[in-house]
């Protein structure tokens, strides 16, 4: 089994900062991208950042130049560090990795997400 756990978020002040994370645990052979989604009430989920196992990123247009996404691939883990956060970036935070596991008959890629995190910017 494989399991995405976060970590981080809360409560903070608009222009204020908080950091993610989020760490890949289980039967693992590889992770191919991990990354961030976002989901405020009453919309759908979005992108917010990814990160490829080679160390490409890419950014959801309202977060670019104020976020940073990272890993660290001998932890399996996934970080977000987000500055000048906006009451607008109020939402669910999500991770997502590409995880391959080695199975008896081969191996096996699946999307896996974790349960959410939750941020709050006060204005």
């Known amino acids: 089994q494989v399991q995405l756990v976060e970590s981080g978020g809360g409560l903070v002040q608009a222009g204020g900062s908080l950091s993610l994370s989020c760490a890949a645990s289980?039967?693992?052979?590889?992770?191919?991208?991990m990354g961030w989604y976002r989901q405020a009430p009453g919309k759908q989920r979005e992108l917010v950042a990814t990160?490829?196992?080679?160390?490409?990123?890419n950014y959801g247009g309202s977060v670019k130049g104020r976020f940073t996404v990272s890993r660290d691939n001998a932890k399996n883990t996934v970080y977000l560090q987000m500055n000048s956060l906006k009451p607008e970036d109020t939402a669910v935070y999500y991770c997502?990795?590409?995880?391959?596991?080695?199975?008896?008959?081969?191996?096996?890629?699946?999307?896996?997400w974790g349960q959410g995190t939750q941020v709050t910017v006060s204005s």
């Open positions: 997502r990795a590409g995880i391959s596991r080695r199975m008896t008959n081969g191996i096996n890629f699946d999307d896996y």
């Open positions: 289980g039967s693992i052979f590889s992770i191919n991208t």
């Open positions: 990160v490829t196992g080679g160390g490409s990123t």
